[in-house]
């Protein structure tokens, strides 16, 4: 858009300007003027016409259009006509005769064109002015001249001008009346030489020979004179005939010339009046003043004055010839002016331009600017929008990511009473018989699992009412301190059992509230039981009724003394999808909790710190003027629970063989560290195993460590979702230090994605096992890892190749069994060395290095030390022959003796024997 603008202003500007100039060309050129000369081939024309164009000099407005006519009349015409055509202001004309250029004349001056007659006449007073001398007075002049010359006596001939033009006739009139008194004056002859020197050159000669004697020829002008004389020259040398003409014109073989020569004897100035025509022209068209009739002087020029008058024509020629130079110097220096100004105008139109240029550019970067303001705040606002949408779908994908993970733990959570229902359905099934306690215990096991499927079940449902807004709230009046009561008691056994301080607190012994009972049941009985779930036994979980300081407020606050909760884990206790680090279980109950507390107008909320426990804080507005119609229930419903409580509350409870299982005291091989927090499973897993294994057991991650550490059993199983460190952490934990190392881990998980199998390995778990499983299986592969250790023990002590070894041990174990034995090899000949310094040296106390070394070499660190000083002692007898003292010191026995006895011990033979049967046996062994 600015190119067009600026496009347009620059045309605009080239248009004033050329405007401009044409304007100052026009001003300059303001008038034309139309000039029909008769004829321009004489020299007194061509003066008349260089006159006028040193009169047009001062008069740079008018501009001259000259026609020749040639002599010829109709020519003359037709030129006038071409110049009215052509749309002359002003006609200057000097008629070649005046009868047939009078109608033209007379026609122009009638259309309103000014003209001017100058020189000879037209027949008719239609004109605007004459300019030219007398020419009855200077034929007058003349026949007064000739008469004194010739002294009243003579003859002469009289050479005509144009007949038919009004000079020749008038100064024809003049002469013969000047004549008229001398009557011995004599007109010989009159010849037509029509104003040609060619014509009186040709045509008089017949004339001349005709008069004897002629003492004068008066010729119109001077170059018929002229001709006339060069006749009488050649056809009577020595003749004393006077020639006079007419005109006076200065310049060579002009007529003061041919005086000065004697050639003429006169002339008569007749001016041309070419200046004064231009000045009248120019009067004229500017409407000023002027004279119709102006007559020019004339004069007499012959031998007396022709000196002054060509002193005076030549200083006049020259000063003429001054002024044309001065005009052309003038006119170089208009033209040098007007060159200038056009480079000024030029000049001025660039910086114009550029102004123009520069103003279009700086709107253009304005314009630009803006548009690019405008494109940025598009950009910013395109982005901020990428941005939402980013934002949002990242949030919908965090929001399918948390309904997967959800889904994935619901399910998960349904697994563990799967596996508890259908292991006590395949003992029922296996056993097949009448054993009752067993059969009781299953099926209450069973039992148990199933009503917490269906109270997963329930919530879940309820979400989807929730979700759904089909769950309307259904408040009746009733006693809060009560009904808290009736819930708290659903825990009793459970708290006794465990030792748990569980107490309500609070002033009122009752409290009436508007509540929907089913409802506040499911948040009071949730936070209870997740109060009972992350709550030591020997704990603290205590209720406290109240009523705020606004009095409009129920609260009851649920506090324990329990594991507690990240700050994390609290922040998103109540979404709905999440599942903290500390819990095995899903938010599903909490965020239930919410948002029934939410549909009674209240609120729920918690404060927790990790290790020291949590507190729910209930608020419940008092009254109903808060309720709608429609959220009060239509008759007081009696409230029943809905699925038996109990047995969920008392979900630490265990059956009665459990007693029996603790009992077995029985001392086996090998040991199990059982972890999982879910009491039941454990028992599960227990009750199977105690038969062939001793059992321990740890229900979190840090009981799992520090068991492990201190017992240092021979294998751990291991739950993937604990409270405070889940199974990942305590097998990283366990598989990277020294003491435990080398401890075969089976991980027991409800996840059993492919994804989660990997990281369990990479852990360095040995098995993993997604539940539910066959319990059969996990026997089995504990059996193998036992077997496993055996071999590996075997591999060491024997050097077995290690690819027989299905378990092979981690780095860590090879480096401690490195360590050792280079510790024993090192100082094997120090009989000072034992278990405590050995235990020293590695940075492990005495029963770890004890069971380590047990459990990766099956000895102890005594036996082991023994076998490695004997074997050493083999070589010795075998392939050196220093004494059996010698060896026993070598070897780090204090007495030869004490050697020999232990020697004889494991080899069955002496030292001595054993060297003599040498070649028994292989070298190296
Ligand atoms: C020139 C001329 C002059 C003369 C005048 C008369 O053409 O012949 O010599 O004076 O014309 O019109």
Same mark, same amino acid.
């Given at each position: 858009m600015l190119k067009h603008t600026f496009a347009w202003t620059l045309t605009l500007l080239l248009c004033s300007l050329s405007l401009f100039s044409c304007r100052h060309a026009s001003e300059n050129k303001h008038y034309t003027i139309g000039f029909s000369q008769c004829t321009g081939g004489d020299a007194w024309r061509r003066q008349m016409l260089s006159a006028m164009k040193g009169e047009l000099l001062f008069h740079p407005e008018i501009e001259l259009q000259y026609r020749d006519a040639h002599g010829d009349n109709a020519r003359q015409v037709n030129d006038i006509r071409d110049l009215v055509k052509n749309g002359i202001d002003l006609l200057i004309v000097s008629p070649n005769e005046a009868s047939p250029i009078t109608p033209v004349v007379e026609e122009v001056f009638k259309m309103g064109i000014p003209v001017i007659v100058v020189d000879r006449k037209i027949s #008719? #007073? +239609?004109?605007t002015a004459y300019i030219g001398a007398d020419n009855y007075e200077i034929g007058e002049l003349a026949g007064s001249y000739v008469s004194e010359v010739l002294g009243g006596k003579g003859k002469i001939i009289e050479i005509w001008g144009l007949r038919g033009s009004t000079p020749a006739v008038e100064r024809h009139k003049g002469f013969v009346h000047a004549l008229s008194g001398f009557p011995n004056i004599d007109v010989v002859a009159e010849f037509d030489g029509a104003w040609e020197i060619d014509t009186v050159k040709h045509g008089l000669a017949a004339a001349t020979t005709q008069a004897t004697t002629v003492d004068l020829v008066f010729a119109h002008n001077d170059v018929m004179a002229y001709g006339a004389y060069e006749v009488f020259k050649e056809a009577r040398p020595g003749n004393d005939t006077k020639f006079i003409g007419i005109d006076g014109l200065p310049g060579p073989a002009a007529g003061i010339q041919l005086v000065d020569d004697k050639i003429l004897s006169a002339t008569f100035l007749y001016p041309t009046g070419g200046e004064e025509a231009i000045r009248t022209a120019s009067k004229i068209l500017k409407k000023e003043h002027f004279e119709k009739d102006n007559v020019l002087l004339s004069t007499v020029i012959d031998p007396k004055n022709v000196r002054v008058m060509k002193l005076q024509t030549d200083k006049i020629s020259s000063q003429q010839a001054d002024i044309v130079r001065q005009q052309e110097k003038i006119n170089e220096q208009v033209n040098a002016y007007t060159k200038q100004s056009v480079l000024i105008y030029i000049l001025l139109a660039s910086l114009v331009a550029t102004i123009i240029g520069g103003a279009a550019a700086i709107l253009a970067w304005r314009e630009k600017k803006e548009i690019n303001r405008q494109l940025e705040a598009k950009r910013n606002q395109i982005l901020e929008q990428k941005n939402e949408i980013a934002e949002m779908a990242e949030k919908a994908e965090l929001a399918t990511q948390e309904k997967l993970k959800f889904f994935t733990n619901i399910s998960h959570e349904f697994k563990t009473p799967l596996t508890l229902i259908l292991g006590s359905i395949d003992e029922i099934i296996a056993k097949n018989t009448a054993d009752r306690v067993t059969s009781t215990d299953n099926l209450r096991l069973i039992r148990k699992n199933a009503i917490r499927l269906l109270r997963l079940v329930n919530q879940l449902m309820d979400f989807r009412k929730i979700e759904d807004r089909k769950m309307p709230l259904r408040a009746s009046e009733l006693d809060l301190v009560a009904f808290i009561e009736e819930v708290m008691a659903a825990f009793n056994k459970t708290a006794a059992r465990r030792n748990i301080r569980y107490t309500l607190l609070g002033n009122a012994d009752r409290l009436l509230a508007w509540f929907d009972p089913d409802k506040l049941d499911k948040v009071i009985f949730n936070l209870l039981s997740n109060a009972f779930k992350f709550t030591h036994d020997n704990g603290k979980i205590t209720l406290t009724i109240s009523v705020d300081e606004s009095g409009k407020n129920a609260v009851i606050f649920v506090e324990d003394n329990g594991v507690g909760m990240s700050k994390d884990d609290a922040d998103h206790a109540f979404d709905r999808f999440h599942t903290g680090e500390h819990s095995a279980g899903t938010g599903i109950g909490l965020s239930l909790s919410k948002e029934f507390m939410e549909l009674h107008h209240g609120s729920l909320m918690l404060s927790s710190e990790l290790g020291k426990g949590t507190r729910f804080c209930i608020m419940l507005p008092l009254g109903k003027v808060h309720l709608s119609d429609n959220e009060i229930a239509s008759r007081d419903v009696a409230f029943v629970h809905d699925i038996d409580y109990e047995a969920i509350a008392d979900d630490t409870h265990l059956p009665a063989a459990e007693i029996d299982v603790e009992n077995d005291v029985t001392i086996k091989e090998h040991t199990i560290l059982i972890v999982d927090d879910n009491q039941e499973m454990r028992f599960f897993i227990r009750k199977k195993l105690q038969p062939f294994y001793n059992i321990q057991e740890a229900q979190d991650g840090v009981s799992a460590l520090d068991k492990a550490f201190s017992t240092v059993p021979d294998l751990i199983i291991c739950d993937v979702m604990l409270p405070g460190k889940n199974g990942i952490d305590v097998t990283t934990t366990l598989k990277n230090d020294l003491r435990t190392s080398h401890i075969p881990l089976v991980m027991l998980t409800a996840r059993g994605s492919i994804e989660h199998k990997i990281e369990g390995v990479k852990t360095g778990a040995d098995e993993y096992i997604a539940k539910p499983f066959v319990f059969e299986y996990l026997s089995e592969r504990i059996k193998a890892l036992i077997k496993s250790r055996k071999l590996l023990r075997d591999h060491y002590i024997h050097g077995l190749n290690v690819s027989t070894v299905t378990t092979a041990p981690g780095n860590l174990d090879r480096k401690f069994i490195n360590d050792f034995t280079a510790l024993i090899e090192k100082n094997v000949a120090n009989a000072d060395l034992a278990a405590n310094e050995i235990a020293h040296e590695l940075g492990m106390s005495r029963v770890q290095v004890y069971r380590k070394v047990k459990a =990766? =070499?099956? +000895? #102890?660190i005594n036996d082991y030390l023994v076998n490695v000083r004997l074997q050493k002692a083999k070589y010795l007898l075998m392939n050196t022959d220093k004494s059996v003292a010698e060896i026993a010191q070598e070897v780090g026995f204090s007495s030869p003796a004490y050697f020999s006895t232990i020697f004889k011990n494991k080899v069955r033979q002496s030292p001595t024997e054993f060297r003599s049967n040498k070649m028994n046996l292989h070298p190296t062994n």
């Open positions: #008719s #007073s +239609f004109y =990766l =070499l099956g +000895f #102890s």
